[in-house]
């Protein structure tokens, strides 16, 4: 597998998996108490938004950096960016 492969899918994970570590480490800064499952949760549900906003970068045909932005974004927003999705998605499916 050529190197550029491995940075093209690699990248968008890292990158959203970041985005949700940045997002926890927020909300500890904002008084929250640190709980082991509630970070790995936290985590799950930024890798799980991080794919799903890799994806659409991939079929709007986006740049690997602007790629790697919307999945950091889509990471830090975790459930948040998911929902704006959904929300997307269920108007889109209704016209």
């Known amino acids: 597998m050529p190197e ?12 959203a998996l ?20 509630a970070m790995l949760m936290h985590l799950a549900v930024s890798g799980f938004s991080g794919m799903m906003f890799w994806l659409l970068s991939v079929e709007y045909g986006l740049t690997g950096p602007m790629s790697a932005i919307v ?13 704006l999705l959904e929300e997307r998605v269920v108007t889109a499916a209704g016209k």
């Open 71 to 83: 999945t950091g974004m889509a990471g830090y927003m975790g459930g948040e960016a998911i929902k």
């Open 4 to 15: 550029k492969d491995l940075i093209q899918y690699w990248l968008p994970a890292v990158t």
């Open 18 to 37: 970041w985005g949700g570590t940045v997002g926890y480490l927020r909300q500890l800064q904002k008084g929250r108490s640190f709980k082991l499952a």
